[in-house]
Structure formats: C-alpha cells, structure tokens
C-alpha cells in the first residue's frame, strides 16, 4: 500500500505491507530523501497494576542513514542522544491523549531513522509514522493524528521549513492535531506576538488535514473493544464508591498546601480501600475507582465553584519570591519560588573549550549555551534512587534552553561558554517555568549581558462540555486533573518558547487565544516581579569568572604559537596558568581569573605572532657570526642581517670585534625587501638611544 500527498510543497510518501510483519502495524514516510520506519507492537492482555497508560515510544538514529560511522571506540550507536529523547517525547505527548482512558495494554513504537537527506528533519515524520501505523491496527487508538513544523522566514509562514531554511527562521514550532482539536505545541520563537504565533498555529490546519484524511482511508474498521468507562466494569461498585466519596472529596478545601492535601488523599484513600477492597472487587479495581471519582469530583467542584484547592481564583498566580547572587563562589545564582515549587539556578561561565561538542546524525557541532535542569526526589518528598537525567529531565531542560536561548549575546560580543543548571528543590507544578525566570535572574546576576529577562508560567483548563475554566499558574494537582497544561515563556516583548500537552479536550483556536491571553498578562506580572530583584545584568563578572581576552593572529602564524607538538603553547600555558583556545581563523582567547597572568600570556603570545616593522628598534638575540654581518633574532622565528656596515659608528674590521653569539642587542629595522627578509642596523639603533 502506498500514499502520496503534497506537503508544504513536496512529496510526502507513506507505504505500509513491505516490512515487519510480525509487528502489529509498520509504515515508512519518505519527505525528500528522509525515510523514517515505525511500527506498533500492543501486548494481548492489559497490564491491571498499571497507574497510567503503558506507551513507550523510542526514536533512534542510526548513523548509517546518514552514511556516517559513529563516534566512540565501539563504532555502533549507544544510549539515546538528546535529539532521539526529544523527538521520542514529541511522539509520545502527540499519540498519549488519543488512547481510551481505562486502555491499559502495553504499547510500543518504534521509529528508527533509514534514511537522512541534508534538508527534511525525521521528527515529524516519526510523528506521522506512529499516527499511521496506529490507525492501521486494531489497537484502540482514537486518531489520527496530523503533525507539521511551521516556520516564519521574511514574514511568511513555512509548512516543514529545511533546516538552511530554520537558520533564517524566526519561527521553529511543531503542531500536531486532530480534524478538530490542537493536542500538542512545542517549539520557540525570536520574540513573535501571540497573534502571530496564533496564526501559525492555524496555518498548519490546512497540512494537518491532508495527513489525517491520507490515514483515514487506511484506518483499520477492527479496533478491539474497549470499555467507554470504569464505571461499566462494575456500575454497583461505581455507585456505592460516588456516594462515599462525593460528601467527603470537597473537604480538600480545607487542606490549602500540598504536603496537608497529600495526606488527606492518603488517608482517604487507605479509608476507601479498606471500606471496599472485598474478593468480588480487587485492590486494583477499587484504586483505579478512587482516582477517577477524585478526578472528576474535583474537576466538578473547581467548575461549580471557581475556587482551587489552594482557595486562588482561576487567573490568581501563587505567591512569588525572587533572590539573586546568594551563593558566594558561582559566577550567578538565583533562587526563584512560586508557591511551592522552588529552583535554585546557577550559572558557570568558560571558554571555547568548554562547549559542549554535538554528534548529531548529519554532522559534528558545539554548543555554547546549555541548561541543564534536575528534579530529585526528595523536591516531591519522595525516595528514589538517582540514576542521572530522565527523559523529562532532559525534555524541560530544553524547554528553559529555548526559552533563554533567544536572549544569549553573540559570541562576538560576549564569548563565553554559558551553562545554567537549575536544580528543584521543592515542585508543585510548573517547574520548568520555574527554571526559565530563575535562569534569567542567574544570567543578569553573572554578568551577562541578555537581551531582557524572560519569564515563564503554565496555564491550564478544565472544560466538561460547553462549561470552561482557564486556569493561571497551574500546581500538580491541575496538571493532573486538567484537560491541558500550556506553558509559555517570552519578553515583555514577545513569546520565546511553547509548549502544549492535552490530556483530553476540544482544543479550539478560541480556547487557544483565551489561554496565550492570559498567559501573556501573568507573565507580565512576573517579569515586573523579577525587575524589582535585578532590573538589568551586572556591569562586571564575578571574581572567580574567568576573564577573556581576544585577539587575531595571522592563520600562518598559528603553527608557530602551537608549537612542535604543542611544546610552545603548554609552556605559555604552565608558566601564566591562563587558558588558551586558537580557532583555524586564528582567533585567540585567553581565559584566566587572574587579570596579570592573562596579560602575560598575552605578551607571549603577541611577541610571537608579531611581524617586524620598519623603523622599529628591538632588542634581539644575535644567532649567527657571518664575515659580512650577523644574524640577530628580533622575534620568535624572525631574524635579520647586521651588515658589517651597520655595526658601530665606527669602522669596524671584524665582525667579532663587536658582537659574538648569544650576545643581547638593541637594533632598528632600516628595511623588509619583498623576498620577506630583513635589514637592521646597531650603528643606528645606537644613533637614536643618544636622542
């Protein structure tokens, strides 16, 4: 089977029935040579103690697809690299909210990248693989799903922009959604308005559609069966459960801070097990009755009442508290707290050699800027082993990235390598909007020299039928039980970076424009919040920041500063302890805390890299005796000719009368011929000490 559609203007082809037969369902979607394979595999039997729905996507590069080896010792492909958990995450936030409810067999996709052109990026195409080969099989899936990337190049829209075409656009943002909702947004911005944003959006409806209705005429008409609710499996015990719990769940109000709230949930649910866990109804069915009646009971009251269950209004945003440069060896910090989910961001600054050099399927590359974000467990009150970054560690990370990204000066004008890592020490919701606003702080803090500050918040909603409430500054709790979260990052200027996941709603354009409304005037908020802590980065850097100087060599120059075998610059580098980075263009930074030892190395290094020049008088070193001069060596590698009738004022009947090997001169450069070889005289250099 074979389909073929225009997309953004070339060929999409998406085939089905050639490979992995075994596998519940295969496609392969081909955009201009890029060729993404993804199959779905679903277990028979539902996994019953699982608390949320088994998907695990997995999106992996093979370099081959490229024609390329991999890098390392081994020569094959290891853990996944960022790019291959980023877009396995896109995936997966795409296709979660299209599965039934209580669906609770395991699930698998996989994409795997066979071929890669210059131009298309495979995210999408996965996207569109896992959405098609879903529809395909009998698994349960209530796509399908369309997905495209949306660019912003001289003023105009791009559907699927190339990748030269992303580096001129102001604009990187993928939709993904069905004929009648938006499920996910991701992706950043160089300041755009939210109207135009907005438009993208709707721009990318138009692309959606044909890729749904390319699905649909494939969509498989044996879906297996799944149950609408829990409450059909068992509607006595669903009943006997409601009218328990409904008088009772509305006493959450009382319990206005998480960690209280959080015991009454345990206490009330340890009430409930006890009270109907029998041999006709299991634990497992009885725990998954409590959290669906808790849902709904509170989507209910929070509907009916307008009130949270900290007691905010719907735009109220929690309470804010920002400090900066509390920590007295980071080169910045920042503590941002917003109710009660707190980071602690700090910024390190360092040199060219310090940037994080960049694998990636097409080709090799640095970056300078990196955020790196951390969630232990004991920020929820948990305990859990840490493993390093999980997948979610390193999606939000990202996001902050993006959303700082934008301001970063040029390393023209500031060049540094930058690295923000902010770690939560306590989390209820919206930490990662946590970390841009902490991260902004951190960078003003150190010095840098941002663009402005950046915040961000995530807003949510909750929705049954024709009845909406649009929530500001969401907690854990409206995450969970909400119908989206959005989060939105940006200047008083402009949004940054976006981010949207549904859960389950009609996610219409004016939904859309209602939510970046509000969004936008909470981040105003905070950014004046921010301001009243640090209204601009500081004029210096911190003490214990490296301090660079630059300066131009000629590239021929290179050579002579690196030295046989490194031998000259490690010695520039032992005798000062500066840091020293040489780009091919010949370019030198010099990174040293202390302010004397970088001077040093910058003497050294310019008397190296420095030409003769005319009319200049140098103190040199004389290397060679000849019968009609001497050589004397004026700069590292450059040496000129005493003729015997520039040695002394005098007449001078031996060269060695006057000067012998290894003695200290002073000597004028009087001439450089075209050949590159250079005349000096003594007799003048000595004509002019006497001046």
């Not at 669906?103 to 693989?129: C, R, W």
């Not at 769940?249 to 006890?274: C, M």
């Not at 970063?408 to 970390?435: H, Q």
Request: with cysteine; charged share 30%; glycine share 8%.
């Amino acid at each position: 089977m074979k389909k073929q559609i225009e997309i953004g203007g070339r060929s999409l082809i998406i085939e089905a029935g050639q490979m992995a037969e075994q596998a519940d369902s295969a496609v392969t979607v081909r955009y201009g040579d890029t060729v993404v394979f993804t199959s779905v595999v679903a277990s028979e039997e539902p996994k019953e103690e699982a608390t949320f729905f088994p998907l695990t996507v997995d999106y992996r590069e093979h370099t081959s697809a490229a024609g390329k080896f991999p890098g390392g010792f081994f020569k094959r492909e290891g853990r996944p690299t960022e790019k291959e958990i980023l877009t396995s995450r896109l995936v997966d936030r795409s296709i979660r909210p299209l599965f039934p409810k209580n669906y609770k067999n395991e699930v698998q996709v996989t994409s795997l990248v066979f071929s890669a052109d210059t131009e298309n990026d495979p995210d999408i195409l996965a996207l569109i693989g896992a959405s098609t080969a879903l529809s395909l099989s009998e698994i349960p899936f209530l796509g399908p799903v369309g997905a495209v990337k949306v660019g912003y190049v001289d003023k105009k829209f791009v559907i699927n922009p190339t990748f030269p075409q992303l580096e001129e656009s102001k604009l990187n943002l993928v939709v993904a959604g069905t004929e009648t909702s938006t499920v996910m947004l991701e992706g950043m911005s160089s300041f755009l308005p939210s109207d135009l944003i907005l438009k993208a959006i709707d721009f990318a409806q138009k692309s959606i559609k044909s890729l749904i209705d390319v699905q649909k005429e494939w969509e498989s008409k044996e879906k297996k069966k799944v149950l609408s609710s829990f409450s059909e499996s068992n509607p006595e015990l669903w009943k006997r459960m409601q009218e328990y719990l409904s008088p009772k769940i509305k006493d959450a109000y009382n319990f206005p801070k998480k960690s209280e709230r959080d015991n009454f949930w345990k206490r009330l649910s340890s009430e409930t097990l006890e009270r109907f866990t029998s041999p006709e109804n299991s634990k497992e069915m009885v725990e998954n009755f409590f959290e669906e009646i808790k849902k709904e009971k509170i989507r209910e009251l929070i509907l009916n009442t307008g009130k949270r269950l900290d007691g905010r209004k719907s735009k109220d945003l929690r309470e804010i508290s920002c400090e900066a440069g509390l920590l007295p060896r980071t080169h910045g910090s920042a503590l941002f707290t917003r109710g009660e989910t707190q980071a602690l961001v700090l910024v390190t600054l360092g040199t060219a050699s310090d940037e994080q050099i960049i694998d990636t399927l097409l080709e090799e590359s640095s970056k300078r800027f990196m955020v790196h974000y951390n969630f232990p467990p004991f920020s929820v009150g948990e305990i859990r082993p840490s493993r390093g970054p999980s997948r979610r560690d390193i999606g939000h990370g990202v996001l902050a990235e993006r959303a700082l990204s934008v301001v970063i000066p040029p390393e023209e004008n500031f060049p540094y390598t930058i690295r923000v890592v902010s770690d939560i020490l306590s989390s209820n919701g919206s930490s990662s909007m946590a970390t841009v606003c902490g991260g902004s702080l951190a960078l003003m803090d150190a010095g840098v020299p941002i663009k402005s500050a950046v915040a961000g918040v995530t807003v949510g909603l909750i929705q049954e039928g024709k009845k909406r409430l649009l929530l500001t500054d969401i907690a854990g709790e409206e995450d969970h039980f909400g119908n989206l979260d959005l989060k939105i990052a940006g200047t008083s200027e402009g949004i940054t970076a976006i981010q949207m996941d549904v859960k389950s709603a009609l996610i219409t354009k004016e939904i859309l424009g209602e939510l970046f409304l509000q969004s936008k005037e909470a981040r105003i908020t905070i950014l004046e919040k921010m301001v009243e802590t640090i209204p601009a980065p500081k004029k210096s850097l911190s003490s214990y920041a490296p301090k660079i100087i630059s300066l131009q060599i000629p590239k021929e120059k290179i050579g002579l500063l690196i030295g046989p075998g490194g031998k000259t610059i490690r010695k520039i580098i032992n005798d000062t302890g500066a840091k020293i980075d040489v780009d091919d263009d010949g370019e030198v930074k010099i990174a040293s805390t202390d302010q004397e030892a970088g001077n040093n190395a910058l003497n050294m290094i310019k008397s190296l890299a420095e030409e003769a020049t005319v009319g200049k008088i140098y103190s040199g070193k004389v290397t060679k005796i000849m019968p009609f001069g001497a050589f004397v060596e004026i700069l590292p590698k450059q040496e000129g000719l005493v003729h015997v009738s520039e040695l002394d004022n005098k007449y001078v009947n031996k060269v060695e009368d006057v000067l012998k090997v290894g003695d200290e001169v002073k000597v004028k450069v009087i001439e450089i011929n075209g050949a590159g070889k250079i005349s000096l005289s003594r007799k003048r250099a000595l004509k002019d000490a006497k001046k």
